[in-house]
Nanobody, 126 residues
Framework: QVQLVESGGGLVQAGGSLRLSCAASGRTLSSYTMGWFRQGPGKEREFVAAITETGARTYYADSVKGRFTISRDNAKNTVYLQMSNLKPEDTAVYYC???????????????????WGQGTQVTVSS
């Protein structure tokens, strides 16, 4: 089992920045592809970014490309999402997710992940 805890959310003005963290316990993250998803008010949960086990490859939704950066520190068992130039439409609950390398799920889909955190709220004011 992997337990994931997100932190770093909050209220920020448009154009501002936030860094989200996802700390894992129970297992080392070095065997997991990690993803960030978000769910805005009245919307379905959507893919934001993902990073492979070693950090060699990253993937982004078009809506955040160039503004968000996903990274990981396997020694600290933590994944990060640096968000810059935030927009009101980025307002959502942000979730961290882990996908075991042996699990053949699609990294762009919620069904592609084995474990989820509880989420952290990000609110961007205009």
């Amino acid at each position: 089992q992997v337990q994931l805890v997100e932190s770093g959310g909050g209220l920020v003005q448009a154009g501002g920045s936030l860094r989200l963290s996802c700390a894992a316990s129970g297992r080392t993250l070095s065997s997991y592809t990690m993803g960030w998803f978000r769910q805005g008010p009245g919307k379905e949960r959507e893919f934001v970014a993902a990073i492979t086990e070693t950090g060699a490859r990253t993937y982004y939704a078009d809506s955040v490309k160039g503004r968000f950066t996903i990274s990981r520190d396997n020694a600290k068992n933590t994944v990060y999402l640096q968000m810059s130039n935030l927009k009101p439409e980025d307002t959502a609950v942000y979730y961290c997710a882990a996908k075991n390398v042996l699990f053949s799920g699609n990294i762009y889909l919620t069904s592609g992940y084995n474990y989820w955190g509880q989420g952290t709220q990000v609110t961007v004011s205009s």
